[in-house]
């Protein structure tokens, strides 16, 4: 059974740099056709797409945040990543890895999230 | 971006209810289209994938309809365990959104 796992510091300084790890378990994060997303959850709100990265390591990423966003693939430790640049308040938020069948495609499964507060 | 608007924003219902959820596409999206189940604390859970796809393992209540904007989310007799918020997701442009959500709580 498919299992992902977020990682990373739960506290994040203003205007430094947020970094998640997703660790993949019970399948292969190479495996043909799957892409790989980053989704975020302010606490009370909606949930937002930040991106979406292939195994071979091309990414797709949420306009709005583009130009402050990373997501970057480890096929040998089968994990993938988020670095989102020069956070504020507005990016405290529960961040989920999950799996998509496709590039364009729902997410399953989910990990259980990691809530990250920017705060000095 | 195509924007999701879910309604309603919350309501109250009772166990063996029947109650649906409807989400709106600001430009048609064919069928692409899923349906999520959030409780407290916990990860979304995908129910429903293709607009009416019921995905492995989720009970037969649950049900998806809708093509090109309009889409539903029906459970046809509400359990205790349903009361949750419920979001949907657009895939058909490449940036995905989700609808606002909606909470279903007991009345």
């Known amino acids: 059974q498919l299992q992902l796992q977020e990682s990373g510091p739960g506290l994040v300084k203003p205007s430094e740099t947020l970094s998640l790890t997703c660790t993949v378990s019970?399948?292969?994060?190479?495996?043909?056709?799957?892409?790989w997303g980053w989704i975020r959850q302010p606490p009370g709100k909606g949930l937002e797409w930040i991106g979406s990265i292939y195994y071979s390591g091309s990414t797709y990423y949420n306009p709005s945040l583009k130009s402050r966003v990373t997501i970057s693939v480890d096929t040998s430790k089968n994990q993938f990543s988020l670095k989102l640049s020069s956070v504020t308040a507005a990016d405290t938020a529960v961040y989920y890895c999950?799996?998509?069948?496709?590039?364009?495609?729902?997410?399953?499964?989910w990990g259980q999230g990691t809530l990250v507060t920017v705060s000095s | 971006a195509i924007r999701m608007t879910q309604s309603p924003s919350s309501f109250s219902a009772s166990t063996g209810d029947r109650v649906t959820i409807t989400c709106r596409a600001s430009?048609?999206?064919?069928?692409?289209l899923a349906w999520y189940q959030q409780k407290p604390g916990k990860a979304p859970k995908l129910l429903i994938y293709?607009?009416?796809t019921l995905q492995s393992g989720v009970p037969s209540r649950f049900s998806g309809s809708g093509s090109g904007t309009d889409f539903t989310l029906t459970i046809s007799c509400l359990q205790s365990e349903d009361f949750a918020t419920y979001y949907c997701?657009?895939?058909?442009?490449?940036?995905?959104?989700f609808g606002q959500g909606t909470r279903l709580e007991i009345k």
């Open positions: 997701q657009q895939y058909y442009s490449y940036l995905i959104t």
């Open positions: 019970g399948g292969s994060i190479s495996s043909s056709s799957y892409y």
């Open positions: 430009q048609g999206i064919s069928s692409y």
């Open positions: 293709a607009a009416s």
């Open positions: 999950a799996r998509l069948s496709e590039l364009l495609s729902w997410f399953d499964p």
